[in-house]
């Protein structure tokens, strides 16, 4: 009698179990076309990815003080009173054959001796008793220097040295109780605000916006050492030499080149780092010259294919100079060098700019590649040799305009005549003045 009701509930446990079977494949029927329409409207209504709320805080601007930022004025006021007004003058040399008594008369003005055209840049006064770093190319070739200052004052000043290849100089004025301007000590990053200041066009002290583009910037083919800041405030002509400063009024660069079309600001300007100023700042002062690390070798970067998912960097060496620093320590012609103290050398530039950094007599760790296998060298820096000066190209200065491609603007000094050169040239001037003379 006990087994009487077991069988009972497995009877109706049997009877029910296909009803249960079926509700569950019917409930699994409808997952199914439920997800699948609802992937299907997903893909219909895709919109890109959105930031968070968090990170959109994280990443929002970052004023300098609690309260918006509504003028910049106690910046301006803080760094103007440090930058100046340069001019500067040329005196032109008499002409070569003006003493020639027959070759006078083609000369319509016989005094050509006098005062060559006034150029105009800017500075920043560096300390107190009157050292002003501007760039090199405003003062270079000038006979008189004169510094007009914020307040009305001016000055003559004098050149204790320049740097044509970073187109750094110092000039010095005979006054004390000056103020000048802190340099900025963190990195400057891109998306700060820049201020430039200047004195554009020779209209006097003025101060334009923009933020900081790039940094690093180089192969410009402008200098022979280059690691420009990037900017979009306006820099016009007159501008070299100039304050690029922050929101703070703290200098983070100094002015010096420009892309342009039409010699004004295309919203493409360039400015010498802090870094490299105080650099070679320190050293002119010291020692009226700049001193840098020297490797004695040829080198080009890896060639790398923007196509190609995998690229290779480091830096090839092409040529080590006999009896180089490089030479000493077994740096060989195909060697490439991927580091220098731990810091990838990812082109040449970057190279260039390392080892120019340091001073001789430092020593650089370096790892290269040789024949598909990693080694080690230890390269003892040498003094850099005196080059020979070379007329740069540029690309527009931002006190003579230009082009956004790279030029040279300068011309040298045309080569003297002989002395048969000059009397074929006599000669057929008194022919040209007699048939003129006949004639009348």
Not at 22 to 32: D, K, S, T
Not at 58 to 69: E, G
Not at 401 to 407: D, E, F, R, S, Y
Request: hydrophobic content about 40%.
């Amino acid at each position: 009698m006990s087994s009487l009701p077991n069988t009972k509930s497995k009877a109706s446990l049997w009877k029910w179990l296909p009803w249960i079977l079926l509700l569950i494949m019917i409930a699994g029927f409808i997952w199914l076309f439920t997800s699948m329409k609802a992937e299907s409207e997903a893909k219909a209504t895709w919109e890109p990815p959105r930031t968070t709320a968090a990170e959109q805080q994280a990443s929002a601007p970052v004023a300098d003080t609690p309260a918006p930022i509504s003028s910049y004025h106690n910046a301006v006021a803080r760094a103007s009173q440090s930058v100046v007004n340069i001019y500067t003058t040329q005196t032109m040399a008499e002409h070569p054959y003006i003493d020639d008594p027959m070759l006078r008369r083609f000369f319509e003005d016989n005094n050509q001796q006098g005062q060559g055209p006034t150029n105009l840049g800017s500075g920043v006064i560096v300390s107190a008793d009157g050292y002003i770093v501007t760039n090199a190319h405003v003062v270079e070739k000038a006979d008189e220097i004169t510094v007009a200052f914020s307040d009305g004052r001016k000055s003559r000043a004098t050149v204790i040295g320049t740097d044509p290849d970073s187109d750094l100089a110092v000039i010095k004025v005979e006054m004390t109780g000056l103020t000048p301007l802190g340099f900025r000590e963190s990195p400057i990053r891109v998306g700060d605000l820049a201020l430039a200041i200047g004195n554009p066009f020779g209209v006097g002290q003025t101060v334009t916006q923009g933020i900081i583009s790039a940094t690093g910037r180089t192969g410009l083919g402008v200098n022979k050492f280059e690691d420009f800041i990037q900017t979009d405030a306006a820099i016009n002509p007159g501008n070299s030499g100039g304050a690029l400063v922050d929101a703070r009024g703290e200098l983070v660069g100094i002015n010096t080149v420009i892309f342009s079309r039409s010699g004004g600001s295309m919203g493409i300007g360039f400015a010498i780092p802090t870094a490299l100023v105080e650099q070679v700042m320190n050293a002119l002062i010291k020692d009226g010259r700049v001193s840098r690390g020297w490797l004695g070798i040829e080198i080009q970067s890896q060639l790398r294919d923007p196509t190609q998912l995998e690229t290779t960097t480091g830096v090839e060496v092409l040529k080590v100079v006999s009896q180089g620093p490089a030479a000493k320590s077994g740096l060989q012609v195909g060697d490439v060098i991927l580091t220098i103290d731990g810091v990838e050398m990812t082109d040449a530039n970057r190279l260039i700019q390392y080892v120019a950094r340091k001073p001789p007599n430092t020593t650089l760790n370096t790892q290269i590649l040789r024949n598909g296998k990693n080694a080690q060298i230890d390269i003892m820096l040498e003094e850099r040799p005196a080059q020979q000066a070379t007329e740069m190209p540029v690309v527009g200065r931002s006190d003579r305009g230009g082009q956004p491609n790279i030029h040279g603007d300068l011309q040298g000094d045309a080569p003297m005549m002989s002395e048969a050169e000059r009397d074929r040239m006599r000669e057929e001037l008194l022919k040209l003045f007699e048939q003129d003379t006949a004639a009348q």
